[in-house]
């Protein structure tokens, strides 16, 4: 069964500083990655999905990595703000057909 | 504005009730899907259908059916809710191929007594 893990589970950080969230899968045998963010009480947003052939993915400030091979992902955060606080959650996809595996998400917190 | 609506935003359910979930989708997406989220918990995968007219159980299905008549409309029933019930359910969908992102909805947080 895979099992997803994001470490850590809450960070705290000065507004300005530069960021990595992790997270880490059982199963190598995936076919995607995703990154969401979530805002409380509200639905997840997509923001970056790597497919499994490549190594990363990037969208403005954000910049997510795949190394499918030793199970790990990285979400980098350039110039945090305070509006990217937020929860954010890694997923992975086992095939095609298949829905997500989510880990239980890095709660971030910026401050200004 | 494409996205996915859900209905309601919240519920207090008595145990014991019926209760359908609803959600809409106007992207035409082929697949669609129902999570529900728990503290501690994360997410977790109950039903999907990954186009109109089949369906297919997640990893916690126990206590829901799910139908697909139409590729728009996804409704999560739960025949006899329990307090374990208690949850947030998001339901989400994608073009179906395995290379497009999932686009959820706001949520419905159900409460059962």
């Known amino acids: 069964k895979q099992e997803v893990t994001q470490i850590p589970a809450a960070l705290s950080v000065p507004e300005g500083e530069n960021l990595v969230l992790n997270c880490s899968f059982t199963?190598?045998?995936?076919?995607?990655l995703q990154w969401f963010r979530q805002d409380p009480g509200k639905g997840l947003t997509s923001l970056l999905l790597i497919q499994s052939s490549q190594r990363e993915q990037t969208s403005g400030r954000l910049n997510a990595s795949l190394d499918k091979s030793s199970g790990r992902s990285t979400l980098y955060i350039a110039a945090s703000q305070p509006g990217d606080s937020a929860t954010y959650l890694c997923?992975?996809?086992?095939?095609?057909?298949?829905?997500?595996?989510f880990g239980k998400g890095t709660h971030l917190i910026i401050q200004p | 504005i494409a996205g996915i609506t859900q209905a309601p935003t919240s519920q207090i359910l008595a145990a014991g009730r019926r209760m359908t979930l609803r959600c809409t989708q106007d992207m035409r997406h082929n697949a669609m899907y129902w999570y529900r989220q728990d503290l501690g918990l994360g997410l977790r995968l109950i039903h999907y259908?990954?186009?109109?007219?089949?369906?297919g159980k997640g990893e916690v299905p126990d206590g829901y059916s799910v139908s697909r008549a139409n590729t728009d409309d996804f409704p999560l029933t739960l025949a006899s809710a329990v307090p374990s019930q208690t949850s947030v359910y998001f339901c989400?969908?994608?073009?179906?191929?395995?290379?497009?992102?999932?686009?959820f909805g706001n949520g419905t947080r159900l409460t059962v007594t």
């Open positions: 997923a992975v996809r086992r095939g095609g057909a298949d829905g997500l595996t």
């Open positions: 259908s990954n186009t109109a007219g089949t369906t």
């Open positions: 199963d190598s045998a995936i076919y995607n």
């Open positions: 989400a969908s994608s073009e179906g191929r395995g290379s497009s992102p999932l686009h």
